[in-house]
């Protein structure tokens, strides 16, 4: 039997399979179409983002007001899960680069996860 493939993920790697498949059925799956915002800075932040297919760009507007380009996620990644554990608002906006397809896990689940497998 193959590795499963949310296990790649560093907060799940210490999950059984059995914890795993568990996890992914709490998984929600959208689609986004390129240009379109996943959430936007200041917005609170509600549930843990990992990229299944396509690219997604974080911008973070500084104080001057020129948006700044600071990370591109792609295929396996989490992005933004830091406002997740410290309770504050994104600190960026996530806008899909490409046609995107994510896996939405809800605050709550996440949260539940972290301290089961924490060591």
Not at 24 to 33: D, I, M, N, P, Y
Request: aromatic share 10%.
């Amino acid at each position: 039997m193959g590795m499963h493939p949310l296990s790649r993920i560093s907060y799940f790697s210490r999950l059984t399979e059995p914890e795993l498949a568990g996890l992914e059925s709490r998984l929600v799956e959208k689609r986004f179409a390129k240009g379109e915002t996943l959430f936007q800075e200041g917005d609170p932040a509600t549930g843990l983002w990992i990229m299944k297919s396509g690219r997604v760009s974080i911008l973070r507007s500084p104080l001057n007001g020129m948006t700044l380009l600071t990370e591109a996620f792609r295929d396996g990644e989490v992005f933004c899960p830091l406002p997740l554990l410290d309770g504050k608002p994104y600190p960026c906006t996530a806008t899909a680069a490409t046609d995107c397809v994510m896996w939405y896990m809800p605050a709550s689940d996440f949260l539940a996860v972290m301290r089961r497998s924490a060591p």
